[in-house]
């Protein structure tokens, strides 16, 4: 029996493995929040306590505020399909995990919409947040392994703050290997 004729129409997506993520890779879309030794740091509280300082750029706007909510994912299953992104082009947004498990971050550089191919794809470590800068593209919480809580500091304030887009080829992000 013959295989069935690809779709011609329907392009092969772009298959992706994510990247570790880091403070110098995620430079271009914003902060890597995490107890380094390489940021600034000092002890309080008598030495009881590392204070690691003034990890991230939270933004909301000229006429925002910041909101600190919880947000509780649903693990995502692996190969995972981005079709679309996202922006907030009012202010920013950061995820700090609570739950200690690693999660995917896809993002793309504020300005046009993205291609297919201008997506990064990191795999942040459990012990790693993020803050996107204002207007950078980016998926929606890419939790793995199980349901995951999430500090979320974003904007509250008048305005849309959430555009989206669909891409024009699907990026499958693909098990590590
Ligand atoms: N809708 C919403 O607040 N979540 C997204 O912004 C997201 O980045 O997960
Ligand atoms: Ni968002």
Request: charged fraction near 25%.
């Amino acid at each position: 029996m013959n295989a069935l004729p690809l779709r011609a129409d329907v392009p092969e997506p772009r298959h992706v493995v994510a990247e570790a993520l880091t403070p110098e890779a995620f430079a271009p879309f914003g902060d890597v929040i995490a107890a380094r030794d390489d940021v600034r740091r000092f002890a309080i509280n008598g030495g009881n306590t590392m204070r690691y300082h003034d990890l991230a750029k939270i933004d909301p706007g000229p006429d925002g505020h910041a909101i600190v909510s919880i947000f509780r994912g649903e693990p995502r299953t692996l190969p995972f399909p981005v079709e679309m992104m996202e922006r907030h082009p009012l202010g920013s947004q950061a995820f700090v995990p609570m739950s200690g498990r690693p999660y995917l971050v896809v993002v793309a550089p504020a300005g046009d919409p993205p291609a297919a191919e201008d997506l990064r794809v990191f795999l942040a470590r459990g012990d790693q947040g993020i803050n996107y800068a204002r207007g950078v593209w980016h998926h929606p919480l890419l939790a793995l392994d199980a349901v995951c809580d999430f500090v979320v500091i974003d904007r509250a304030g008048n305005g849309h703050n959430c555009d989206e887009i669909t891409l024009d080829e699907v990026v499958l992000i693909e098990p590590p290997r």
